[in-house]
């Protein structure tokens, strides 16, 4: 089974060629977190960056860098802030030495007039326990990115 990794960074190099192509100026032209001025320039494959990023930072257990992909106002499953997230991962990761993500068969739209983009993907995790099982988790998991800037940041996320 190819992992996602595999599978995207080909994609983001197209779309990094694309847009250099096209002079995409969505950072300049965008001035503050808040504005919306990208939308209409808003192409969602751009969330296919923090994705690759999200399993890195998971893979690694890197708590900051997981976190920097995150919105303010992220929530995830039963967990409605920013902070609860952390603890959640910061536990995580303090239980698990190895652990992995593999996103596969991602599908990507722009959804509530090109302010966010949605991303759903199956998931593969592998994780050792602290009594030193090894544990698989399987399913469906659904990303909701804002795009702050040139920016894209996890607001919701479910699985």
Known sequence: MATFDAGISADWRRYRQRCAAAEYTAQTDCTTADDYCCAS???CNSVLLPLINFQRAYR????NALMALYSSEAQENELTDWSRIRQAYAELF?????????????RIKSVAD???????????VNYQNEQLQQITR???IVFLFEQQAAT???LRMRY
């Open 60 to 63: 690694a257990g890197e708590l």
């Open 138 to 140: 399987v399913g469906l």
């Open 152 to 154: 894209f940041h996890i």
């Open 94 to 106: 303090q239980k698990t030495s190895v652990r992995s993500i593999h996103f596969t068969q991602v």
């Open 114 to 124: 090109n302010i966010h983009c949605l991303a759903m993907a199956n998931y593969e």
């Open 41 to 43: 320039t808003m192409d």
